[in-house]
C-alpha cells in the first residue's frame, strides 16, 4: 500500500467530470452531488474511471483512494478505506491508499479531523462513491458482453457474468466504464451482505508505525534542510523587546537568527545544533497580559462569578426552586488547565520558494496549515502545498496551525527547506490548553428515587476564538486577500469568543442521559489571557467529570445503589439503559476482591454512550486503578478492533489527567516543563481495559475521544466507595 501524495491533477473537462464528492447528507441519501469542477479531478490520464476526487481506477488495475482525513492514530486510514471498498466490493488491502491534498471535493466544510467524525461523515460519501463506481463498471461490463447489468454480479475486484462464467477485472474495465454516464443513484449493499464492514481488519498503518518507516513529520528530511528551534519568553503572551544573540550566532553550525513575537529563532544545520544555540540567547520582553496573573486567582474569579450567579438566581422569581420536603444535595467541582502532551513534539518543515510554498506538517487541518502560509507569504492557495504525515498524536492541538504559522516565518528567511522543532517544553508550556473551570451542583431526589430538580451553575472560558480564526479565514473565497480573510477571521473569533461564549462547556449538560423533572442549567463564561483551545473529547471531558460525579452524589444521599439508581432514572429501552444493564453485568458490578471498590459513569459524547466501571483500591494516599471495564454503544461498527483500541486509548488519556494532570502558572509562567513534572501513566500503573461493544444497526458514530469522559467520574466515585470522601476537583488527590 503506497501511502505517497498524488500526481498533480490533469485538468480537463469529460462527462465523467459531472460528479463531485462534497456534499454530506446527514441521515442518509445520496450523498454526492452533481458538478463541473474541472479542478476536482486527481486523474492524469482520460481512461482512468474517476467517479470523484476520492477514487481513481486505472487500466492497470490499480485501484487509489485519497484519504482526506488524517491519521493520527485513531483508524481513519484503514476505516475509512473499508466504507469505499465495501460497496466497490474489493478487498479493502487491494487499495492503494494515498492522502489527499488540500482541495474543494474534500472540504466537508473544511479539510479538517477531528469531533470524532470522520467515520460517520464519511459514511453516505464514501459507500456511494464506490457504489457509484462498481454500477459504471459493471455497466461496462454489459455493453461489452451486450446484456443487462441486472444480469451480472461483481467480486472482490472482478464483474462475473454467471451466466457464461465470464470475468472481467476492473483494470480491464477501467476505460470503457470512464465513459459511461454516472447513474443518478445508487443502491447500497444492505447490512447483512458486508463483507468487510463490521469485522476486524488489520489496521493498514500498523506495520509501517511497527517497522518505524512510517513518515511522521519530525521525520522528514530534505535536502539542504536546516533546522529552527525557538528561544522562548517564559511569560505567556509577553512580547520581545530586545535580544542578544551574540553567542548563539557564532556557535558551531549555526547558519541564521529570526526574530518573533515571544521569541528567536535559532537555525542550525541539526536540532543539537539549534536546541544548544538557542539556550544562549537572552531575551528582554515587555510584560504581558499575564504578568500578574496566576491559575489559582483565575479559579478564584471563577468562584466568584459562581457567588454572582447564586445571588441572581435566589432574587429571580423563575428560577427553579428545591421544594422544602425534597432532599437536597449541593457541591462544588472545578477542573484544572491540561496541555495535550502528544509524543511526537510539534513541528513543520518549510520550503519557501518565489513561486510557492511547501509544507511537510503533522496536521489536523491542512487547509488551515494552507492558509495561515498564504497569510504569512502573500501567496495564492494553488501556489501552497500541504503534504500531511502520519500524526505522533493530535488530541485537539493540531488543530490550530500556529506552529506551522511559525515554520513559514522562519522559512521565509532562507532558500532551503527549514524544520521547526518545538521541544517538550515549549510544548507543555506553550498551550492552547484545556481550560480551567468551576461548577456548583445541586440536586434533589423525591421519596422514590427519583430525579427532580438538577442545577448546574458553570464558568469556563471560550474556545471560539483560538478554533475560529483560520477556520473562518480559510472559508473566504480568494476574492479577498489573505490579509482581509485573516481580519475577517480575527473579528470572527472575537465575535464567537464574546456573543457565543464558551459554546464548548456545554457537553452533555443542557440534555440528560437520565429522566429529569427540571433541568436548570446556566453557563456564564469569563474569559481570561490565558490561550485555550480544545482537547481530547473536548467540554466533555470536564462536564462528564462534574455530571457523572454529582450523580454518585445523589444516589448515596438517596441510599441507592449508584449502578441501580443511573438504571432506574434512565428512560426505560432508551440506548443508555441498555449500556448500563450491560455494564452491569459484564463487570460484575458489586461482586470484587477484598480491598478493592468500584465506581461507574456513563456519558454521551459526539453521539456515541460510553459506560465504564472502574475497580479501584487505596492505600494511605495512593490510589491505584486495576481495571476497567467498558461498554461503548457507537452505532453500526466498521472495525471492531479499532473501536477496542479507541475505548482504551481513552480511558489511558482521561486516566493520566485524573490522576496526574494539572498546568499551574505563575506570572504568566506555566510551572510545568516536561514528563518529570507532567506525569503521564506508566505502564506498571496502567488497569486491565475490558471493551465490549453493544450491536447496533444505528448509524457509526464517533469513537476517537467518548471513550475519555466516564473515567475520571468512576475512578472519583470508585475512590469514594473505598474511602468515604467525596473527590470533587481533578487531579484525584487524597
Known sequence: ????????????????????????????????????????????????????????ITPDGQVVFQLDKVEMGQGTMTGLTTLIAEELDIDPARLDVRRAPVMGTFRRPQQTTGGSDSIASSWDILRETGATARSMLVQAAADQWGTSADTLLTDNGTVVNPATNESLSYGALAEAASRVSPPWSVQLKDPSEFRWIGYDRPRFDALPKVTGSADYGIDVQLDGMLTAVVARIPEMRAKLREFDANKASAMPGVRGIVPLVDGVAVVAEDFWSASQAAKQVELRWDPGPLAQLSDEQVLDQQRDVLDEMAVTAAADDDTVKFAANDMVVEGEYTTPYLAHAPMEPLNATVHVRDDGCEIWAPTQSPDGAQEVACLVTGLTRDRVKVHTTFLGGGFGRRFINDYVKEAVRIAIEFDVPVKLVWPREHDIQRGYFRQ????????????????????????????????SQEMMASFLPEIASAQKRADFGAWMGEFMANTVGAFQAMDGTKTSLYEIDTIDFVLETHNTPVVIGIWRSVGASYTGFVIEGFMDELAHAAGADPMQFRINNAPQSSRQRTVLERLRQEASWGNVLDGRHQGVAIFKAFDTYVGQVAEVSVEGSHIRVHKVTCVVDCGQV?????????????????????????????????????????????????????????????????????????????????????????????????
Open 436 to 467: 480551567q473551570t468551576a461548577h456548583r451542583m445541586g440536586g434533589s431526589v423525591d421519596d422514590e428515587g427519583r430525579i427532580e430538580v438538577w442545577r448546574h451553575h458553570e464558568v469556563a472560558a471560550s474556545a471560539a476564538q483560538a478554533m
Open 1 to 56: 500500500m503506497a501511502e505517497t501524495d498524488p500526481p498533480a491533477p490533469k485538468h480537463r473537462f469529460t462527462r465523467r467530470r459531472f460528479l463531485l464528492g462534497t456534499v454530506v447528507v446527514a441521515g442518509g441519501g445520496f450523498a454526492l452531488s452533481w458538478a463541473t469542477r474541472e479542478k476536482d479531478s486527481l486523474a492524469i490520464s482520460d481512461d482512468i474511471l474517476e467517479p470523484n476526487a476520492f477514487l481513481q
Open 638 to 734: 466498521v472495525n471492531p478492533d479499532i473501536v477496542r483500541a479507541q475505548m482504551q486509548s481513552g480511558v489511558i488519556f482521561g486516566l493520566t489527567a485524573a490522576l496526574h494532570g494539572e498546568i499551574n502558572f505563575h506570572r504568566g509562567q506555566v510551572r510545568q516543563s516536561n514528563f518529570h513534572d507532567y506525569r503521564m501513566l506508566r505502564l506498571a500503573d496502567s488497569p486491565e481495559v475490558e471493551v465490549h461493544i453493544i450491536e447496533s444497526s444505528e448509524r457509526p458514530t464517533g469513537v476517537g475521544e467518548p471513550g475519555t469522559p466516564p473515567i475520571a467520574p468512576a475512578v472519583a466515585n470508585a475512590v469514594f466507595s473505598a474511602t468515604g470522601r467525596r473527590l470533587r476537583s481533578l487531579p484525584l488527590k487524597l
